[in-house]
């Protein structure tokens, strides 16, 4: 069951609260999708009663990435640029990001978004409202009822389902979509996040913060929504992230046992 909503969340007409967001976007020469997903993202939280930033976390991106993100900031002062002078990982542009933002009182809300325009910006609405009633941690997921993915393959979608179940099997997790990156947390998640040494930097983090949560006993729930398939630029995903997912799902039977003795 869900924490009794803090006192700090007020909502407005739309039933979303009037809290301090901050939807943090890592990215790597994603400049092409960054050039739509950044307005509509910003006219997301800009058309509501919620409050806040968007952070693109650029790692040096060759496309001058951080260049396009300097020339919407002249328009948009709830964005900010947090660069990096290399390709560091997934994982840890959300933990860097986070440590940055954490010090700012105001923020009760963190989305982890990618950049890729596969996450929907309406779906933010419903993330945020979660975490104000009380949850931790809310995941965007495809594998609930009405969420679901477009352009993927049959043997892909297959793979995704098939190791999100052994997820939920083996390691005790009660996630339909432990891989998805489309997550709102709540501040307390963030600071016990924060202050865990984590073991990946790279997609395995998905995994590996669940493990993290599920230890410090948050609050977790799954909303639905409508994965969408890429339409510029290159998968960051490889091959190479296979092993250290394998680790992580290892480590996450330990903890199931842990907890279950």
């Known amino acids: 069951m869900p924490a009794n909503p803090s006192s700090h969340y007020a909502f407005g007409k739309e039933g979303l609260p009037s809290t301090k967001v901050a939807v943090v976007i890592p990215s790597y020469n994603e400049r092409g999708n960054l050039t ?52 560091s990982g997934l994982g840890s542009a959300y933990i860097d990001a986070f440590r940055r933002l954490i ?41 609930v009822k009405e969420g679901g993915s477009t352009g993927w393959s049959r043997i892909r979608y297959v793979l995704s389902l098939g190791f999100n179940l052994l997820v939920r099997l083996a390691a005790g997790v009660g996630v339909h979509d432990s891989t998805s990156g489309y997550r709102a947390l709540s501040r307390k998640a963030v600071v016990l996040l924060i202050n865990h040494p984590l073991r990946s930097q790279g997609f395995a983090y998905q995994i590996e913060s669940l493990t993290v949560f599920l230890r410090g006993r948050m609050s977790i729930s799954e909303v639905p929504f409508l994965f969408r398939q890429r339409s510029q630029g290159q998968s960051k995903i490889s091959i190479l992230e296979i092993p250290p997912l394998l680790k992580i799902l290892l480590h996450m039977v330990a903890v199931n046992r842990f907890r279950s003795s």
């Open 36 to 87: 739509e997903l950044l307005p509509a993202v910003l006219d997301e939280l800009n058309s509501t009663s919620m409050k806040g930033v968007v952070v693109v976390v650029d790692d040096n991106s060759p496309d001058m990435t951080a260049d396009l993100v300097t020339e919407i900031q002249r328009k948009c002062k709830n964005l900010l640029l947090f660069k990096r002078p290399q390709k």
């Open 103 to 143: 010090s700012d009182p105001q923020y009760h809300v963190f989305i982890q978004m990618d950049a890729d325009f596969s996450h929907p910006p309406s779906t933010i609405r419903e993330l945020v409202s979660q975490v104000a009633k009380g949850q931790d941690v809310v995941i965007a997921s495809r594998y």
